[in-house]
């Protein structure tokens, strides 16, 4: 994946942690537009730097993921030593990572600034380029501004560079006329920037990217707080202009897990992931960008080749809002132990399988196993930080935002339907569901050999027998080595023929049913109303994107982010009394649907006020 766009990574990558090395010039720190500028090359170069707080650890890098991440009710930060910081709600207006978030994002928008303040600077260079780069440049301070808007309200809207370490102090803007911005500076951006089919990657913006962010902030106006209802025909609108677009082609992967697989082997899927922030490197040369995606949120894993610390642990509301034959759930939550020896043959060692977990105290124990290191093919691996993207977008979701969107002009219609059971249908099992034996036999004294007729492309199921006074009593599908799913259950299209020989006896018998995709269909009841659709989309978002860094923000526009998160303590009460985590669920209140303004901010810009509660 990085090597087929590399120049494109290293003039990223030099842009951060080897500027010095490779500008050698005086100021180090500070690009003087009077002899900047001037050439296609250095264009490049400072466009890179626009992009790069994306990766830095201001973001996606690393605190991203434990201000957004560990914030809902999908997972909790699992170490109890941790007892301060945004992952519990009992953190300060000085919190470094609320801090680094706020400077990272306004240093993004800075650099941005300069860049569109410098852009036609030599009129020689080609027009279609430096309109290509100023597309770029409008689309990232809307993604930048969008981040603030979303988690700590209006703010200071910059649209010039900042010149002076006198005049500093700004006064916020509304909310509505921080939207407003986004939403004209994503708008003037997405005539000029390419399709994603002409870039041929995901790593840098193209018009899906631009029209599927701009149906997710029209989604966030229209909910909470601004609650301005018009603008679900404007997230329809870009939505379906993904949807439509043949040029790009977009197209669900037909399976759900190799998604995150081809994350970690560096590989691209245009037609699914439409916009992902690039990581490159293991510490082994300067060309670095890491992210701990992967090894904070991971399973488990001790191994210094894999190795995953694990801050994330699920729950059980997350561990139950899978239904029977939805495969998604075993992708996203691991049953399974990493152990065992490293050999170059098994990088990841061995896994120990365990259980279905049937109390929400055990549930509550599972990390998170949507990223895997295993799969990483860049090696040797870093011990704590990872090589792997970060999606930032995927076409699943734009089915998603659509349909949410049209529900709520049109009330629950069977494209709207249909766009959702696609999601469903592309996660769910069309491999064994149950095995009846009809006949037990008689004289085994051994377990016979089971054989199950081929299945879809030889994925066939596979099991054990057992016996009991010489008759077969059971079969019991074999549990999947990968991980992968739960069971090696097959692929098939019509329920397989089950043949039972050996072990010294003889006449026993068994059939077999299967899961359907047909089976994944919304059921009408989840379709009868706006109300019941809404519903049914809002656990679809919960399932399809969870760790994707959205569940927070979707809680807050739904409007239901206290009821949910509180809802969530008093379950893990249940579940697990006495818990550690269980006390971080009830700090959340009414000054949490906004973050801090951070203390920084505060002393040096004497025009902001602080957040309400704050």
């Not at 706006?530 to 979707?554: H, M, N, P, V």
Request: proline share 4%; glycine share 10%.
């Amino acid at each position: 994946m990085k090597t087929k766009h590399y120049i494109f990574a290293i003039v990223l990558l030099l842009s951060l942690g080897s500027c010095k090395k490779f500008l050698e010039t005086e100021p180090t720190d500070f690009l003087n537009p009077d002899n900047y500028y001037e050439t296609e090359a250095q264009l490049q170069f400072a466009r890179a730097g626009a992009y790069s707080p994306l990766g830095a650890n201001g973001l996606w890098g690393s605190w991203g993921n434990y201000l957004l991440g560990f914030s809902a009710d999908e997972g909790y930060m699992n170490r109890a030593t941790l007892t301060t910081g945004p992952w519990n709600y009992f953190y300060s207006t000085g919190d470094q990572y609320l801090t680094g978030m706020w400077l990272n994002l306004f240093n993004g928008i800075n650099r941005v600034n300069v860049v569109l303040e410098n852009l036609d600077k030599n009129p020689g260079i080609a027009q279609s380029k430096r309109d290509g780069i100023r597309g770029e440049m409008l689309f990232l301070r809307g993604y930048y501004y969008f981040t603030l808007a979303q988690y700590f309200g209006g703010v200071p809207i910059k649209t010039a560079s900042t010149t002076s370490v006198v005049d500093v102090d700004i006064a916020r803007n509304s909310l509505k006329e921080v939207y407003e911005q986004i939403l004209k500076d994503m708008t003037a951006a997405e005539p000029m920037v390419p399709s994603i089919a002409t870039l041929g990657y995901s790593g840098a913006i193209n018009k899906s990217a631009v029209r599927g962010l701009l149906a997710r902030v029209n989604l966030h106006m229209a909910g909470e707080p601004l609650k301005d209802k018009t603008r679900y025909a404007e997230a329809a609108k870009w939505a379906k202009m993904v949807i439509d677009d043949a040029t790009a082609g977009h197209a669900l992967n037909a399976s759900y897990p190799q998604i995150f697989i081809n994350l970690a082997q560096d590989k691209y899927d245009i037609k699914e992931s439409l916009w992902e922030v690039e990581f490159w490197g293991n510490g082994t040369d300067q060309f670095v960008e890491t992210t701990n995606n992967g090894w904070i949120n991971g399973p488990t894993s001790a191994n210094p080749v894999a190795r995953a610390d694990a801050y994330m642990s699920i729950t059980s509301k997350f561990y139950d809002v899978f239904e029977p034959g939805d495969n998604r759930k075993f992708w996203n939550i691991p049953l399974f132990n990493y152990t065992g020896n490293v050999t170059p043959a098994v990088p990841a060692g061995t896994k120990t399988l365990i259980a279905e977990q049937t109390t929400g105290a055990t549930k509550n124990t599972r990390t998170v196993g949507k990223y895997r290191r295993e799969f990483e093919t860049l090696l040797p691996r870093a011990a704590t930080t990872t090589p792997q993207n970060v999606i930032l977008l995927r076409f699943s979701d734009i089915l998603l935002m659509w349909a949410e969107a049209q529900n709520e002009i049109s009330g629950p219609t069977p494209e709207a339907i249909e766009a959702v059971n696609k999601i469903r249908r592309r996660g769910w099992s069309t491999g064994v569901k149950t095995i009846t034996v009809t006949n037990g036999g008689a004289g085994y004294t051994t377990a016979p050999t089971v054989t199950f007729s081929a299945g879809v492309g030889g994925n066939t199921a596979t099991g054990v027998a057992t016996i009991t006074a010489g008759r077969v009593t059971a079969i019991t599908l074999n549990r999947d080595a990968t991980g992968i799913k739960f069971n090696e259950e097959g692929d098939y299209a019509t329920a397989p023929t089950i043949t039972i020989s050996g072990g010294g006896g003889s006449g026993a018998t068994a059939t077999a049913t299967i899961h359907s995709k047909t089976d994944a269909n919304l059921a009408a009841s989840k379709t009868s109303s706006k109300a019941a659709f809404l519903t049914a989309i809002q656990d679809e978002r919960y399932r399809e994107l969870a760790f994707e860094g959205l569940r927070k923000g979707d809680l807050l526009r739904w409007g239901n982010f206290l009821s949910v998160y509180q809802d969530m303590g008093d379950r893990l009460q249940q579940d697990s009394p006495g818990a550690f985590y269980v006390n971080w669920y009830k700090n959340a209140s009414a000054k949490d649907l906004l973050m801090p303004i951070p203390n920084s901010e505060m002393s040096t810009n004497l025009k902001m006020t602080q957040n309400p509660g704050w």
